[in-house]
């Protein structure tokens, strides 16, 4: 079974400073996607970025980036110029690129806290 | 609307009673999935829908768990007699597939409280 591991329970940046939340997963797959979903207080998981594992440019939207090493199964994410919206939990997601019985769920970390600090 | 959407937003119901929580994809979303996320076990899948099929109930806690879905959009799960344990944010997500390839793009969620 696939698992994600986020080390950071929380993080807090500098308003317009960067800082980077830090993820690994292990699994066995060659084929697979990776995500970042952002969950304000509102409750909403809203998703940043994704990472198709087959890809070897690293992903970006905006002031969004990720560091990704297959090798290394990690997959950290950047943000650039933190804003005050950017405060929320951030989360990790895996996703198999297999699609078959028990491989259409997104397994997730257990979240880093972001605060930004005005 | 254009997101998914839940309802309700918040449920408190009291220990032993059924209670119905409901999710409607985004239109043309074929796949839909319900996560739990709760303080002890963080975010899990509970149930995944193709259509109205439920090719995997693997994350169901229990048999008081269950859900469908009608006309391939909407979709209830049912907790009957509801346990504290219970207590939770339930969240839907739909994708246009059930490809890795397709983002699940998730509702605002439905807090329930078991007293």
């Known amino acids: 079974a696939q698992t994600v591991t986020q080390s950071q329970p929380e993080m807090s940046v500098q308003e317009a400073e960067t800082v980077t939340l830090s993820c690994t997963y292990d699994?066995?797959?060659?084929?697979?996607?990776l995500f970042w979903y952002k969950q304000p207080p509102s409750r909403q998981m809203i998703l940043v970025i994704r990472q198709e594992a087959y890809k070897q440019q690293n992903a970006t939207e905006n002031r969004f980036s990720v560091n990704f090493q297959k090798a290394a199964k990690s997959f950290s994410l950047k943000i650039s110029d933190s804003q005050l919206g950017d405060a929320a939990m951030y989360f990790c997601a895996y996703r198999s690129g297999l699609s078959n019985f028990g491989n259409e769920k997104l397994t997730f970390g257990t979240g880093t806290r972001l605060t930004i600090i005005p | 609307g254009a997101g998914v959407s839940q309802s309700p937003s918040n449920k408190v119901t009291e220990k032993g009673k059924d209670v119905e929580l409901r999710c409607d994809p985004i239109s043309g979303h074929t796949a839909l999935y319900w996560y739990r996320q709760s303080l002890g076990q963080g975010l899990e899948f509970l149930i995944y829908f193709q259509g109205n099929s439920a090719p995997d109930k693997s994350g169901l806690p229990s048999d008081r768990f269950s859900a469908e879905r009608t006309g391939g959009s909407v979709s209830t799960l049912t907790i009957q007699r509801t346990q504290q344990e219970d207590s939770a944010v339930y969240l839907c997500?739909?994708?246009?597939?059930?490809?890795?390839?397709?983002?699940?793009?998730f509702g605002p969620g439905t807090r329930l409280t078991v007293l």
């Open positions: 997500a739909s994708s246009l597939q059930a490809t890795g390839k397709d983002t699940q793009y």
């Open positions: 699994t066995s797959e060659s084929d697979y996607y």
